[in-house]
C-alpha cells in the first residue's frame, strides 16, 4: 500500500467530526497553559513603587511617603539612590522636626541603596519584591521571562529529535507531567536561580506539548482539514491570555497567582490517557496493527514489506547524533547558494520581528500605564481574530507576499502612532491594531517560508525560522523593561521600525500564490529565471 490509501483512510476516518474535534480539543488545549505562564509575567514580575529600604526609619513607623520625602527628596518616586544622611539622629527627632531639620541643612553626598521597600498594597508581593529585582537587578526581573523562552528554544530542539525516536504521544506526556510538577513548584521556591530553573523547565514543557500536540493533529488529518485546524490551533493561546488577567485578579500575590495556573494542569491527565498516537510515527516503528487500530482500517497492515515503508524505518532509526550532524549539514546548505541565503535571511528576519514585537505588545502595559488586567484580556480578544479571519481574508484575495507587506506595513504604522497620541485608550487602541494584525503575520509568514523553499530544504527551512524567532521571545522583556523604564515609547517605535523594514524586504522574494510546491533546487532556480524574465518584459 502506497501513502495515498493511507491518506484515503485517515480522510474517511475525519468525516467522524465528532472525533475530529475530541482530537482537537486534546492536542490544542495546553496551549491555554503556554500562553498564560509565558504571559504571567506581566502580573508576576509587577512593577510596585519602591523606595531604600532605611532600617532606623522603618523600625521607627515612618511611612514609604515620610521615608522617601527624607531620603530622596525632589529624585524619581522609584530611586536608586539616597541621601547619606545620619538616619540614627533623623529616627530619634520624630519625622516633622527631621523634615524641617533637612530643609535647613545643607545636603549630604548621594549613595548608592543596598536594599528596597516596596509598596505591596496595591499589587501584592510580586518577584520584584520577592527578590529585590529593581535598579541593578533589574535585568534580572527580565530574565524570569526570558527563562520560559529558553526552555522552549531547547526544548522545540530536543523533543524535535526524541518525538521521531520515542513518539509523538510520549514525549506529550512527558511534558504534561513536567507541567504538572514544574509549575507548581515555581510557587513554593524561596531561591531565585531555583525559580529560574523551574521557569526554565515550564517552557521545555510548553514547547513539547505544542510541538507533538501539533504534530499529532497534522498527522491524523488531511489537507482539507489540517489547514482550517492549523489556523485554529493557536486560539487556545488567545484563551490563556482571556483567563489570565482573571486569575491575576482573584490572587493576592504572585505564589498564588502561579498555583492557580499551574495547579489545573492536572486535568492534562485526560490528555494523556485518551490521545492517540500519531499512526505515521507507527508505521515508521513498524507497529501496523496499532496504527490501524487508530485509523480503524486494517490498511496499515499493508505496508509490511513495503519499500516505502522500510526506507522511512531507516531514517527513523539513525542514532540521534547523525540526526543532529544531518540537522546541521541540511542546515548550512540553506547557505550554498546566493538566492537560498536571500530567502532565509528574510525569513528569519520576519520571524525574528514578528516574536519580538508580538511579545513587547503583550508586556508593555506598565509602560503604557494602562490597567494591566484590561489589557492582557484585550490582547487575547484581539488574537482570535488576528489568528483566524484576518489571514484568511487577506490570503483569499492577495498573494502571500503581499499579504505580508501589508500586514507588516500597518503593524508597523500602528505602534509609531502610539508616540503622537494621548497615553490611555488612544494608546491602548493603537496597541491592540498592532496586536491585531501582528497575530495574523504568523500564519502568513509559516504559510510563505513553506513555499519558499524545496523539499529538500522546506523543513529544515521553517524550522530554522522558527528557532530563531525565539531570540526575538528573549530580546522582549530586556527591551521593555530595561529600554521603557528610560522612555516609556521606545520599544514600540523600535517595533514599528523593524515592522516597516520587514515590509520593505519581502519585495526582494517573489510570490508564492498559485505556483506549484518546489521539490528541487533546480525548480527553484528556473523559477527565479522566468521571474526575472517577466519583469524585464514589463518593463
Given amino acids: 500500500m502506497d501513502p495515498v490509501t493511507l491518506e484515503s483512510a485517515l480522510e474517511k476516518k475525519c468525516k467522524n467530526h465528532l472525533w475530529l474535534v475530541w482530537l482537537f480539543f486534546l492536542t490544542s488545549t495546553p496551549g491555554i497553559f503556554n500562553s498564560m505562564h509565558i504571559t504571567s509575567y506581566v502580573f508576576l514580575g509587577g512593577d510596585p513603587s519602591f523606595s531604600c529600604d532605611i532600617p532606623e526609619l522603618v523600625e521607627s513607623n515612618w511611612t514609604m511617603e515620610q521615608i522617601i520625602e527624607i531620603s530622596s527628596p525632589g529624585m524619581n518616586k522609584q530611586s536608586c539612590v539616597k541621601y547619606d544622611w545620619n538616619y540614627t539622629l533623623l529616627s530619634e527627632m520624630g519625622f516633622d522636626q527631621a523634615r524641617h531639620y533637612c530643609n535647613h541643612t545643607e545636603k549630604p553626598e548621594v549613595i548608592k541603596c543596598y536594599g528596597y521597600i516596596f509598596d505591596e498594597e496595591t499589587k501584592g508581593q510580586t518577584i520584584v519584591s520577592q527578590w529585590d529585582l529593581v535598579c541593578d537587578n533589574l535585568p534580572l526581573r527580565s530574565t524570569a521571562q526570558v527563562g520560559v523562552a529558553i526552555g522552549k528554544f531547547f526544548g522545540a530542539f530536543i523533543f524535535g529529535l526524541f518525538a521521531d525516536r520515542f513518539g509523538r504521544k510520549k514525549i506529550f506526556c512527558f511534558s504534561c507531567f513536567l507541567y504538572m510538577v514544574a509549575g507548581p513548584a515555581g510557587a513554593l521556591v524561596n531561591d531565585y536561580l531555583l525559580f529560574i530553573i523551574l521557569r526554565i523547565l515550564v517552557g521545555v514543557a510548553g514547547s513539547g506539548v505544542y510541538e507533538a500536540g501539533y504534530t499529532i493533529l497534522s498527522e491524523l488529518t488531511v489537507k482539507h482539514y489540517r489547514a482550517y485546524l492549523g489556523c485554529l490551533y493557536n ?193 491602548m487602541s493603537m496597541a491592540m491594531i498592532g496586536r491585531l494584525t501582528v497575530s495574523a503575520v504568523f500564519s502568513v509568514i509559516i504559510l510563505q517560508t513553506s513555499e519558499l523553499f524545496p523539499t529538500e530544504h522546506r523543513n529544515t527551512a521553517v524550522g530554522s525560522s522558527l528557532t530563531v524567532a525565539q531570540f526575538g ?58 521571474h526575472t524574465n517577466d519583469t524585464e518584459s514589463a518593463s
Avoid at 496504527?291 to 496499515?300: D, E, F, L, V
Avoid at 515503508?309 to 542514532?319: A, E, F, L, S, W
Avoid at 515609547?489 to 505556483?515: K, M, N, Q, Y
Fill in 473 to 530: 521571545t528573549m530580546a522582549a522583556p530586556y527591551i521593555v523593561d530595561i529600554l521603557g523604564k528610560k522612555i516609556w515609547w521606545i520599544p514600540t517605535t523600535l517595533c514599528g521600525v523593524l515592522s516597516l523594514l520587514c515590509a520593505f524586504v519581502l519585495f526582494f522574494i517573489p510570490e508564492t500564490r498559485d505556483t506549484p510546491m518546489l521539490d528541487t533546487l533546480s525548480e527553484m532556480n528556473q523559477g527565479k529565471e522566468s
Fill in 235 to 427: 486560539v487556545s493561546y488567545s484563551v490563556g491570555l482571556i483567563l489570565l488577567p482573571l486569575a491575576a485578579y482573584f490572587t493576592n500575590n504572585w505564589q498564588q497567582l502561579q498555583l492557580a495556573i499551574s495547579v489545573p494542569t492536572i486535568f492534562l491527565l485526560i490528555h494523556c490517557w485518551y490521545l492517540p498516537e500519531s499512526p505515521r510515527w507507527l508505521i515508521t516503528r513498524g507497529k501496523l496493527e496499532k496504527a490501524s487500530i487508530i485509523i480503524g482500517s486494517k490498511c496499515c497492515l499493508d505496508f509490511e514489506g513495503n519499500a516505502h515503508h522500510q526506507k522511512i524505518v531507516q531514517d527513523q532509526n539513525h542514532p540521534w547524533y547523525k540526526k543532529v550532524i544531518i540537522f546541521l549539514k541540511n542546515y548550512f546548505m540553506l547557505f550554498s547558494t546566493f538566492e537560498l541565503t536571500k530567502r532565509i535571511l528574510i525569513c528569519y528576519l520576519g520571524w525574528f520581528v514578528g516574536n519580538l514585537y508580538y511579545y513587547v505588545i503583550a508586556l508593555n502595559g506598565a509602560n503604557f500605564t494602562v490597567n494591566e488586567y484590561l489589557y492582557v484580556g484585550l490582547n487575547g480578544i484581539c488574537e482570535v481574530p488576528g489568528y483566524t479571519i484576518l489571514p484568511l481574508v487577506v490570503l483569499t484575495y492577495y498573494g502571500r507576499r503581499s499579504a505580508g507587506i501589508a500586514l507588516f506595513t500597518v503593524s508597523g504604522i500602528a505602534v509609531l502612532i502610539i508616540m503622537f497620541v494621548p497615553q490611555g485608550w488612544p494608546v
